[in-house]
C-alpha cells in the first residue's frame, strides 16, 4: 500500500538564482491577481478561462515569455482549485490579491518543469539550486513546490509516493497528568517530563528567536543610521 507525502528541504539559492526565483514569483503573482481581477469584474475563473488568460498574457507580455510556463500553469490551476474550494467549504473566503510587500514566494513545478541533477534542483529557465539534502527520496518525485519563509529561507518541497510502514503493536500501556509544579507525571516515572527543564528549553527557544530577530533589525537599520 503507497501513501503520497511531502519530502521538504533546504535550499541554498546563489545571488543569481535567488534573483531569478524571485522573478518567476513576480510573474506568477501577477497572473494570480490579474484572475483575482476578473473573479471580482464578475467572471468565473474555469481552468478554460485561465488558460486563454495566460495564453494571451504570454502573447503580449515579453516579460511573462521571460518565465516558465509550466510553473505559470500551474500557478492559475492552484488559483482555480482554490476559487472552487471556497464554494465547497462553507466559511472559506475566495481568493485575494497578493501583496507584494507581504506574499511569500511560492512557486510549484510539475514534473516537466524540474529535475534534480548531481544533488542540485534544476528548474525551468535554467534556474539551478543547491539542495541540503538530509535524506533520500523513496522514488522520483512528481512535483516540487519551492518556497521562502519570512526569514529568508528558501525550501523545496517534494511529492512522492512510499509504501506505508506498517506500525508494530504496541504492548501495554501508560497514563499521563498534566500539571502545573511538574508539567507531565506518568504511571512510569521514567517518562515525567520536570517543569523546570521544559521552562528552560522554552526560555532558550525563545532566546534564540529574539536574536535572531535583533541580527534582522540590525541587518535592515544599521546601513542607514550610519548614512
Not at 521571460?66 to 500551474?74: A, H, L, P, Y
Not at 522520483?140 to 519570512?150: A, G, H, I, K, M
Request: aromatic residues 8%.
Amino acid at each position: 500500500m503507497e501513501e503520497v507525502v511531502r519530502y521538504t528541504f533546504r535550499l541554498r539559492p546563489g545571488a543569481q538564482a535567488e534573483r531569478a526565483l524571485l522573478a518567476e514569483w513576480g510573474r506568477c503573482r501577477f497572473l494570480w491577481n490579474e484572475a483575482v481581477h476578473q473573479q471580482k469584474s464578475g467572471a468565473r475563473p474555469t481552468l478554460a478561462k485561465l488558460g486563454k488568460l495566460l495564453t494571451g498574457a504570454r502573447a503580449g507580455n515579453g516579460w511573462l515569455r521571460e518565465g516558465s510556463q509550466v510553473v505559470q500553469q500551474q500557478t492559475l490551476r492552484t488559483y482555480a482549485q482554490a476559487h472552487g474550494q471556497s464554494f465547497k467549504v462553507k466559511g472559506r473566503g475566495r481568493p485575494v490579491f497578493k501583496s507584494r510587500k507581504k506574499a511569500l514566494p511560492s512557486l510549484e513545478y510539475t514534473v516537466r518543469g524540474f529535475s534534480i541533477r548531481d544533488g542540485r534542483l534544476l528548474l525551468a529557465k535554467g534556474v539551478s539550486v543547491p539542495v541540503v539534502w538530509s535524506r533520500e527520496l523513496p522514488c522520483e518525485p512528481t512535483s516540487v513546490r519551492v518556497t521562502r519563509d519570512s526569514l529568508g529561507h528558501w525550501y523545496a518541497s517534494f511529492v512522492v509516493r512510499r509504501e506505508v510502514e506498517t506500525v508494530p503493536a504496541a504492548a501495554g500501556g501508560i497514563g499521563i497528568d498534566w500539571g502545573v509544579s511538574t508539567t507531565a507525571t506518568t504511571t512510569n516515572t521514567e517518562f515525567d517530563l520536570l517543569f523546570l527543564g521544559h521552562r528552560k528549553r522554552c526560555a532558550a527557544e525563545l532566546a534564540k528567536a529574539q536574536r535572531r530577530m535583533a541580527r534582522r533589525r540590525s541587518d535592515r537599520h544599521g546601513p542607514q543610521s550610519r548614512g
